[in-house]
């Protein structure tokens, strides 16, 4: 009886520490890779010089 309580306890301990690992877990695609980042970069800068082109505009050109 001693030993299933002392698993049980055990068990326990685990799960809260399982719990708190969960909380502090960063999620892998919320992290901008340097290529990310720079691609992101790039991007705001073509669109601050309006050289972006919406997705309409190009099926239209491309006569899609």
């Known amino acids: 009886m001693k030993s ?3 698993i049980l306890q055990k068990l326990e301990k685990i799960e809260k520490e399982v719990e708190g690992i969960k909380e502090h877990m960063v999620d892998a ?4 890779t340097e290529e990310d ?3 992101l970069l790039d991007y705001r800068k073509e ?3 309006n050289k972006l ?3 309409e505009i190009l099926k239209k050109e491309l006569e899609l």
Not at 29 to 32: N, R, S
């Open 4 to 6: 299933e309580q002392l």
């Open 53 to 55: 082109v919406s997705h």
């Open 37 to 39: 980042f720079t691609a």
């Open 47 to 49: 669109k601050r010089e």
């Open 29 to 32: 695609d919320a992290v901008l």
